[in-house]
């Protein structure tokens, strides 16, 4: 591959705008997307090595050609501030670093051997000086570009590397994955050292970091996500519906990632132990995410050949899932959302519609459709907060909160709807019948039963009543032959203490619930 400018190239044509002013229509299909502080553009790269840029403010874009002599694989795109645009191409037999300019002159500079990189990112070396870092994929070794375009690599890690991630606040440690070892490793710019391996425990991939260098999130190949305190060196798991592709952390500290399986787009708030996520359409494919100098987030979709901006406002849950509520009854909380703008600044007095799906429950209303409004106070300034809902029908309750105004939706989808419980029925025996103990001493175990309505499901509250039958065989606390006892939550009852006579043989406990046609006689032995 020549290490020569390569001449000026012609542009492509622009791109017919499309319809939808949040959208920007390309002539190639986007595999990751980067924000150009120097001459405020999104930058994008194809699979095949074409880099093009679009702006935002006139929807305008241009696609170049690959540049001349160097063919292979793209997957990744940085802008490097004061030395343009780069990516990295894994040819046959060689490998590069390529930068394009807005003219589309392209600069190239030769990797030795050949393997993909899927990220880019900045960091600092032992003199100050930034350099551009990539993990190379199959060669287990990092390649690093220095300004004056000379190349150097890594010793060789014993195992595979792939994602990389840089915290501004500490710019010479290196944090990198490894899925072979389904591990974090770190590498020191100052003595090109690795870690020993942080074990994740599942196949780590993309990286991000926060700004401080206090959060590492990770990416795996699996549907969950790990957020890595760098302080406390503790992983926190988390379960989205498909797996992430990109990661980006945005100045207040949310995470947002891109998943190409799932058809979306997802981030997670600081603080935060779920994830939420914004369908971008079907075979959409997200590949790449970028923070725009004005704060909007971009997202490249390498199924439609298009970058889409996300929409400034955001609305996400802020309590009342994870919740159950029995048929007939008020679930026991209501729904709370915050509408807030990207940089997290909440909005006060705007209109929030809760919406039930599939007539599952109600609100006080007694619709299942609610308007509410987000508050103007210290104590609940952008918090819309529902009434509470009554279930209707059993099985999944799922809510959503729509800001119209700010075109963001937030979705409650662990809200269940549980059977109504009857009344008490019969008593089912659990365990505790069948002990022999010597005369006078107490029996090992109590005597436990489960009260149930007609369908089965367990009753709480129900008086059970347990009796000697026989004189004198047996004693509950206070010498009495009766004790009642009420079943709790899961319907279950245990007896008091049971303490047997001075009479060897067998007797009987009659174990029943009030106006119920079934009881039970547990039989027990005194030697």
Known sequence: MPSDVTPPVTPVPPATPAGDTDKIALHGAPVDLTWNVEDHRLWFVTAEGRIGYADPRGHSNTLFPPAVGVTGRADTLLSWPGHGVWSYVAGESESAFIRCDQDGNYQVRSVNGTSRCRALAIAQDERGSSVIVAPLVDRNLLAFLEPGGIVETSQVYSAGLYGIAVAEQDPTRLWLSSPERQALVTFDMVTGRFSEPISV??????????????????????????????????????DIPSPAHRLLVSGDGTLWFASTAGDQIGY??????????????????????????????????????????????????QSGDHQTAEVGQRFPE?????????????????????????GSAVFENGKPVEIRYTGAGVEDLGVATSSLLKALKEGPCVVTARWTEGDAVASFSRLVVTPERGVADHVRYMSGAGQTVPAGKSFDEPMTVVVEDKNGNPVEGAEVTFKIRGENVATFPGGKDTAKVKSGPDGSVESPVLTAGDKPGVFSVRVWVVKTPVSLLLDQTIE
């Open 334 to 358: 209501p729904l709370v959302v915050k509408a807030t703008l990207l940089d997290g600044t909440p909005v006060a007095r705007q209109r929030i519609e809760f919406s039930v799906e599939a």
């Open 268 to 317: 997670v708030l600081p603080g935060e132990s779920t994830a939420s996520v914004i369908s971008t359409g079907s075979r959409s494919r997200p590949s790449g995410l970028a923070l725009a100098g004005d704060g909007d987030l971009w997202v490249a979709l390498s199924g439609e050949n298009a970058l889409q901006r996300v929409s400034r406002h955001r609305l996400a849950v």
């Open 201 to 238: 425990g599942a196949e780590a991939q993309d990286l991000a970091i926060s700004a401080a260098g206090d959060v590492v999130w990770v990416a795996t190949a699996g549907n969950r996500l790990y957020r890595y305190g760098v302080h406390d060196r503790r992983f926190a798991q988390m």
